[in-house]
């Protein structure tokens, strides 16, 4: 048994509240390490020769990757504070005690070397997010390429490749136009990119965070696409660029014009002047990404966190959103997120929370600052599989479990999962536009836990590279669209909708085939069969069984990039 490998600490992030009076105990150890695990727990301040409250309970393993297994089990408590510790029980027979950060050959008696656990404490801080939430389809529209309200020319709007300056016209009244695109594909969410006013046509350098840009329209006409969608049962998430802002938002340009005298000297990180800002050189300012148009801001300032958190909760107030997708947001101080969460959250609990990072986060994810994340580490793990050919499908399944293993027990389920989005190349364009590989990790996004992000397009197989030409103009024209495709993501979100269930189950037993390509995962009710080969692979369980993606009887054949599910 490897005793350094056991991770446990008596924290949030390993014991914490689930409900009242129900807790989730985690641990961490060495892969096929241990036997069995088992939790003993007891009251702390009953002892034992009094009453005994002493109970033991077996930990699930509910996650493993390349290097680690992960246990967890729930229990019921109520009481002031609980005692634990764990039996370890070693795949080598070997048995050892963990408690309070030590080791013990013999059982714990003492609750001085137990772990401890404050239930009123864990409970007053427990993570709570929107209920909403849950598995619930996301739509990502750059709205500038989306839809437009006017007419434009086709040889305007399907310009291929594009530049960051191509103005399509497109705008908040064309997005209410089509809707019922996004109602029909079975979207939930909508996520908008920056809609305020800027001089760019990506939006990020934000002038004006209380006008919409005049080009998408103006705030009635967001109200105007809010109330619609949320007619239709879709909900708002807008894009708050909070790190940085244009040069000419008011208090940049005051420093612009007022140099050390300015009255927002203290609002970004100036570190002499006059301001270097030309195009070439590295600006004598922090701003994103050294591109001296975006000066960032410095969110540790008390009117700085007042001026955006404001803002936020405005346009939850007046348009009535349903959330904030908050950008570069690992690069922003956490004093400025739990006051944003703590102020939005009091007043409208039902707001989503998420945060732009391309890493792990768990220090953002305690509960006390964002509810989830754009999930990275999902596309990373796909295009390992699909595009990059640099994993194998057992190694693939061990990024996947990774994610799994280390997120919250409430993110694991509202996980951004996504293949591309307006900073990436378009996937499709990844596997060199390979369909069959493009459909199979469109399966793999929307049949998996958490809330899938449909990049606009994708759903009709557009093209494009990287940004900025990841961002071309929305299929409308039928002679652009792959209608097998859109079919095809229709039906997975159907079978999501359908049999929910599935999404809930935990995966029972998982066989992964490096030789043939394939992951077959049995759940209680379900079994699934991923074949990420380009050859069709036989399982005679498969025969007379019904797909409950096409509805189609099998013949045993999973169809090379193909995917297959039957209820047992």
């Not at 924290?11 to 961490?28: G, H």
């Not at 004093?335 to 953002?364: C, M, Q």
């Not at 591309?420 to 469109?442: I, P, Q």
């Not at 080969?533 to 169809?559: A, C, P, W």
Request: overall charge negative; aromatic content about 16%; glycine content about 6%.
């Amino acid at each position: 048994m490897e005793i350094s490998s056991v991770l446990h600490g008596a924290n949030k992030r390993y014991a914490y509240a689930l409900d009242k009076d129900l807790f989730l105990i985690r641990i961490t150890t060495k892969k096929n390490d241990m036997k069995r695990i088992i939790l003993h727990y007891q009251d702390k301040y009953i002892p034992v020769s009094r009453f005994d409250t002493r109970k033991v309970i077996e930990m699930e393993k509910y996650a493993s990757d390349s290097i680690r297994d992960y246990y967890q089990v729930k229990i019921n408590i109520h009481l002031v504070c609980l005692r634990y510790y764990f039996e370890l029980i070693g795949s080598d027979s070997s048995v050892m005690y963990f408690g309070n950060e030590r080791f013990f050959k013999e059982n714990i008696e003492t609750i001085d070397y137990m772990f401890d656990l404050p239930q009123t404490l864990r409970e007053e801080e427990m993570f709570i997010v929107p209920a909403w939430a849950k598995n619930k389809v996301v739509y990502q529209i750059f709205p500038s390429r989306f839809a437009s309200s006017i007419d434009v020319s086709e040889e305007i709007w399907y310009k291929a490749p594009i530049n960051h300056m191509t103005n399509l016209g497109g705008n908040l009244k064309g997005i209410t136009k089509k809707l019922n695109h996004i109602h029909e594909l079975g979207a939930d969410v909508i996520y908008l990119t920056p809609i305020f006013r800027s001089p760019s046509m990506h939006k990020y350098d934000t002038i004006d965070y209380y006008q919409i840009d005049p080009t998408f329209g103006s705030k009635e006409d967001l109200i105007e696409l809010v109330d619609s969608a949320h007619k239709l049962g879709i909900r708002i998430i807008l894009d708050g660029v909070f790190n940085h802002t244009s040069r000419e938002f008011f208090a940049f340009k005051d420093i612009m014009e007022n140099k050390e005298k300015s009255k927002y000297l203290n609002w970004y990180y100036i570190d002499s002047f006059p301001l270097v800002m030309e195009f070439g050189k590295k600006p004598n300012f922090k701003c994103f990404s050294y591109f001296g148009g975006m000066p960032k801001l410095k969110e540790n300032n008390k009117e700085v966190r007042k001026y955006f958190i404001d803002v936020a909760k405005y346009w939850i107030k007046e348009a009535k959103i349903d959330g904030w997708r908050l950008d570069v947001a690992d690069e922003i101080a956490h004093s400025f997120f739990r006051d944003l969460r703590n102020e939005i959250k009091e007043e409208y609990p039902d707001t989503l929370i998420i945060g732009e990072v391309w890493h792990y986060a768990d220090d953002f994810l305690d509960g006390d600052e964002w509810d989830t994340v754009m999930n990275y580490d999902f596309l990373f793990a796909v295009k390992g599989l699909l595009s990059e050919n640099r994993l194998t499908v057992s190694e693939f399944y061990n990024d996947l479990s990774t994610i799994r293993g280390k997120v919250h027990y409430r993110v694991y389920p509202i996980l951004w999962n996504l293949l591309d989005s307006h900073d990436t190349e378009r996937f499709y364009n990844s596997v060199g536009y390979d369909k069959g590989k493009m459909m199979l990790a469109s399966a793999f996004q929307l049949l998996s836990t958490g809330m899938p992000l449909i990049y606009y397009g994708d759903e009709y197989g557009m093209e494009g590279g990287h940004d900025p030409d990841s961002r071309r103009g929305m299929y409308w024209d039928e002679k652009y669209q792959d209608l097998e495709m859109y079919s095809w993501y229709r039906d997975l979100i159907s079978v999501r909708k359908t049999y929910p269930s599935f999404l809930e189950e935990e995966d029972l037993f998982v066989t992964c085939n490096d030789d043939l390509g394939t992951i077959r995962i049995e759940k209680e009710h379900y079994v699934i069969i991923y074949n990420a080969s380009d050859k069709e692979v036989f399982f005679d369980e498969l025969k007379l069984r019904m797909d409950l993606i096409s509805g189609v009887v099998s013949d045993g054949y999973v169809k090379g990039y193909g995917v297959f599910i039957y209820k047992k």
